[in-house]
Structures are given as C-alpha cells and as structure tokens.
C-alpha cells in the first residue's frame, strides 16, 4: 500500500474511533488541547502561511467530534495557540504543549487529542515528520506511547 494509502487510512480510522466517542469528548480540558494540538500541527515547521491556517481552521469547524463546542470559541482559542507559535516557535510550543498536557487526567480524552492530531495532519495526505515529530511530543506530554499510533 503505497504511502498516501496509509495516511489517508489512518486518519480514516481515527475519525471514526473520535466520532464512537463523540459523547465523552465534552470537557474544557479536551476542547483546549485539542486546539492546541492543531495549532502544534498546523504550525509543526516553525511557520504557518494563511492559507494552512484557514484550511486547519476549516477541518476544525467541520470536524463532527468537536461540534461539541461553539466553532467560533475553537477558532479564537485556536487562533491564540498560533499566535504564541508564530511569535517565538520555541517558547511558544513550551506553552502549547503544556495545554496539551492538562488532557493527561482522562486516558480516553487524551488518545482523542492525539487522534485529532493525526487527522489534522493527515488531512492533506501528507503527515509529514516535523508534523509526526509534534504529534510524538505531544504523546510525551500525555504520557501516551508514541508506538500506539505508529509513531
């Protein structure tokens, strides 16, 4: 199966097991790291063009799992992460990851962060590896073994 192949059937099969838990995905904590997480892939090759930007904040609106919540708080709170990315990557991805992090308290909360990682960076076909790099640090940061999503 060729590359492309497994990338686009890998987020496949996150979104779905994201969407079986749609239900259990409703809490503050979830809701920050996960935009923090997208805000970590969109951003993962220290830059964020406009056009990335929208098209990550597209997938965000249009992601059934985080309807949860009200789009244009995911936006402002998604917005905010990449701000703090964009000015200083370094500093900025200390941060983010901490609010990545706060998802640690519920293991199914934090496997669903890890997973929207994962389809946010698969999305384009191509998960590239300073994306597959953040989406590691991440499980770091929740304490998740990175080799439980092939990483």
Known sequence: MALWDRIKESASTMQTQLEAKKNDL??????????????????????????????????????????????????????????????????????VLQEVAKARKKPAEARAVIQIGIVIGGADGDFDKSEQAVVREACYALDLPPHEFDL
């Not at 920050?32 to 830059?47: E, K, N, P, R, T």
């Not at 929208?54 to 997938?59: K, N, P």
Request: with cysteine; net charge neutral.
């Open 26 to 95: 409703k809490s503050g904590a979830f809701r920050d790291a996960s935009m923090a997480m997208c805000a970590l892939v969109a951003a993962a090759d220290g830059s964020i063009d406009p056009s990335e930007r929208q098209r990550v904040a597209a997938l965000i609106a249009s992601n059934d799992v985080l309807r949860n919540f009200p789009a244009e708080d995911l936006q402002r709170r998604f917005n905010d992460y990449v701000n703090k990315l964009t000015a200083d990557f370094a500093f900025g991805k200390v941060s």
